[in-house]
């Protein structure tokens, strides 16, 4: 995630020499260098020593060790500090890194990879308008980023854009499915069934109406559609996807609580 956000930003017109990178892989930063063209350190505090934006883009498991590792330089520094590790609440993040920092806490979807990804965004009281727009604009670099003014929802929004992908790519892997065990070839339903949702999702993003308003305009009444609407529909799908979404929420709270915990 951290070499697509570098990618996004150099992409977006940020200098080279603006954007650093560091990783405690010799393999990993042979290739940020060789790929990007930008410099990448083993040591993170000769990053968090430089950057007025230090960005953590590691695994929560290890974010505890990582930000207490950086306390001093942090302390000296004042950077923002913008973090994408999941579910790791922004009042730990401060406290490991010494306190009293401007932090905001992302959470990015892998569709970042492709750069369309999707992502929320939590400051803290310490963020100023000036921090707040640096932070969406980093994000900004790899999809669209939405602001929440309570941290809370960022459970919500790890459910939905967050796991999204995943609901979407089950909804397909069964369609393509239903349509082989129809008659179809695996190649031809593999490539109509990605094609639709593509299309689906582009008429949803570049139209002005309402997905429920766009579904009314594909179900002619007593059609094909509106049978297989029906189907879904008596099926519970809404209520499963609103369980799906729950369920997955509070995961995100327990995780959050998890890290909070044992650090």
């Known amino acids: 995630m951290a070499r697509s956000l570098a990618g996004g930003l150099l992409k977006n017109g940020w200098q080279r020499d603006r954007v650093i990178l560091s990783d405690p892989e010799p393999t990993q930063r042979q290739a940020i260098e060789t790929v990007l063209g930008i410099k990448a350190f083993a040591d993170n505090n000769e990053i968090a020593a430089r950057a007025d934006i230090l960005v953590l883009a590691v695994k929560p498991q290890v974010l505890a060790d990582v930000t207490k590792a950086l306390a001093v330089t942090a302390q000296q520094k004042k950077p923002l500090v913008i973090s994408i590790a999941a579910g790791v609440r922004v009042e730990e993040i401060d406290r490991w890194l010494g306190g009293g920092l401007a932090i905001v806490r992302a959470m990015p979807n892998t569709a970042a990879l492709i750069g369309s ?5 939590y400051a803290n009281a310490r963020a100023n308008e000036a921090m707040r727009n640096q932070a969406e604009s980093i994000l900004r670099a790899v999809g669209v980023a939405v602001w929440l003014d309570d941290e809370y929802l960022m459970d919500v929004v790890t459910a939905l854009s967050g796991s999204g ?5 089950l909804v397909m892997e069964a369609l393509e499915q239903a349509a082989i065990e129809s008659g179809l070839d695996p190649k031809q339903a593999r490539l109509l069934t ?9 008429m949803a993003l570049e139209g002005h109406e309402e997905p429920s308003q766009l579904r009314r305009r594909v179900t002619s009444p007593g059609g094909t559609t509106e049978q297989a609407i029906k189907v879904l529909e008596e099926g ?3 209520r499963l996807f609103k369980s799906a979404v729950q369920a997955a929420s509070e995961r995100a709270r327990a995780i959050a609580d998890m890290f909070g915990k044992n650090a």
């Open 117 to 121: 990804g999707a992502s929320g965004l």
């Open 165 to 169: 992908p995943a609901y979407f790519f």
């Open 194 to 202: 990605l094609e639709t949702a593509f299309g689906a999702a582009k």
């Open 236 to 238: 519970g799908l809404r």
